[in-house]
């Protein structure tokens, strides 16, 4: 029965050093070709970082603007609209003009889409070009605030 020595013939010298004859350039390759891997890896990894953040940030700043028509007649009516969408933390602001019937909404539509909106104002008991208001919230609206309704084509 023969025996196999496993041990190194040289304890003292490196095992690639072993494998190699002692030729040292193939370590240096090796360690070489891997530093700029790892540096290649890390240049990607922080675009790849910087793109992500720069586009969640921009998503977050990117604010829209609507304007449609809102059935109502007076001062109370725009302070009632206007507060119907101004309790929402997705509406940056909101504006009513008496006489044109038209409200100017700035928005994050990452966080209320526009039929959110016109349904807010129809809660509030006025309608709007897309969403009517139920007949329960108009009846309850002050006299001077009710205005001829109109039939809105869905």
Known sequence: MTLINHTRA???IHP????SRGKKIFITINS???KSQIKIFGFVY???ITLFTANTFANSLHN???TFKVYG???MC???IESSLK???AIISAAWDVKSKVIKVVYDPHSISIDKIHQLIAEAGHDTEKVRASDGTYKKLPGCCQYDRKKISE
């Open 64 to 66: 829209e603007t609507a």
């Open 73 to 75: 007649n007076c001062e």
């Open 87 to 89: 309790g929402n933390s």
């Open 32 to 34: 070489t070709y891997m």
């Open 78 to 80: 725009k302070k009632r």
């Open 10 to 12: 040289n304890p003292f």
């Open 46 to 48: 922080t675009i790849l």
């Open 16 to 19: 690639f050093e072993e494998f």
